[in-house]
Nanobody, 124 residues
Framework: VQLQAFGGGLVQAGGSLRLSCAAS???????MGWFRQAPGKEREFVAA????????YYADSVKGRFTISRNNAQNTVYLQMNSLKPEDTAVYYC???????????????????WGQGTLVTVSS
């Protein structure tokens, strides 16, 4: 499975972006997650979604502003980011866990596959 994240860019504070993560293989049964890494900081969990889309999980810092969703028919996961803040500036990565459940969704070791990342820059 190969993952490719795209949709990043430069946006003003308060604006919106939608990231996409396209998978080369069939990931409909996978738990999918988004992480981010800001300059000089460790990678951190952002959001995750179960294979069915029935359950979603968010970091407290993005709850209420970001929405994760998926389209299994298109092997794509999305991250809709609204009310963006300068502190959201980071490289965003998508990840997949082939076991399906999202038991340890916030831990990057939990994921088997990673995309290359897409840069999101939020200006103040």
């Amino acid at each position: 499975v190969q993952l490719q994240a795209f949709g990043g860019g430069l946006v003003q504070a308060g604006g919106s972006l939608r990231l996409s993560c396209a998978a080369s293989g069939r990931t409909f049964s996978y738990c999918m997650g988004w992480f981010r890494q800001a300059p000089g900081k460790e990678r951190e969990f952002v959001a995750a979604i179960t294979w069915s889309g029935g359950s979603t999980y968010y970091a407290d810092s993005v709850k209420g502003r970001f929405t994760i969703s998926r389209n299994n028919a298109q092997n794509t996961v999305y991250l809709q980011m609204n009310s963006l803040k300068p502190e959201d500036t980071a490289v965003y990565y998508c990840a997949a866990n082939k076991r399906g459940g999202c038991t340890y969704y916030s831990t990057d070791d939990f994921y088997d596959y990673w995309g290359q990342g897409t840069l999101v820059t939020v200006s103040s």
